[in-house]
């Protein structure tokens, strides 16, 4: 699939991707998890590749990354919005909401780490992670996403302690 796209520019990728999870996420704001699963799939598989489009093709480049990394934040609140959305008046909202937090503090705190100059990419739940747990979620259906949300609010936020502590460690010591 890299092959057959890497005649589109790394960026377009990028933003069409954003745009595939937004379109996504106005089926799961109105309760369709699983058509809005499904697009989520596809915006997810095209937000992967982006990436390894711009390496095969020598357009990596600082602006890419950044943006890249950007707009997966604004790929998140999509999602976890429609799924709070979809949830308003039960626990699901909560619980998306919870996620979100979890997922933006672990994000946070790798990225202001690494402008501290220590490295943090460990974690129980990292975006992939996030991602592939929000798609079985969604896939599984309004009755059962609610499990899938739990364990999504539980680890991201446990996922931000991790990175928290471990960077307060690294700092503390200097870096190392």
């Known amino acids: 699939m890299t092959k057959m796209l890497s005649f589109i520019p790394p960026n377009i990728l990028t933003l069409s991707g954003l745009a595939i999870v937004a379109l996504s996420s106005v089926f799961i704001g109105f309760g369709k998890f699983r058509i809005g699963g499904l ?9 992967a590749i982006d990436g390894e489009v711009a390496r095969r093709t020598q357009g990596c480049s600082k602006v890419g990354a950044f943006l890249d990394s950007t707009l997966d934040r604004y790929g998140d609140f999509f999602i976890f ?9 039960t626990i699901l909202t909560f ?14 705190t790798r990225a202001k780490a690494d402008s501290l100059g220590v490295e943090i990419k460990n974690g129980l739940f990292t975006r992939v992670e996030r991602i592939i747990i929000v798609i079985i979620g969604l896939l599984s259906g309004p009755h059962f996403i609610v499990y899938f949300m739990v364990i999504l609010a539980i680890g991201t936020n446990i996922t931000a302690i991790q990175r928290i502590a471990i960077a307060y460690k690294k700092l503390k010591n200097g870096g190392d």
């Open 39 to 47: 697009i989520l799939i596809l915006g997810t598989l095209i937000d």
């Open 81 to 89: 919005s429609a799924i709070a959305i979809a949830g308003r008046g």
């Open 95 to 108: 619980l998306s909401l919870a996620s979100m937090m979890g997922a933006y503090i672990t994000s946070y």
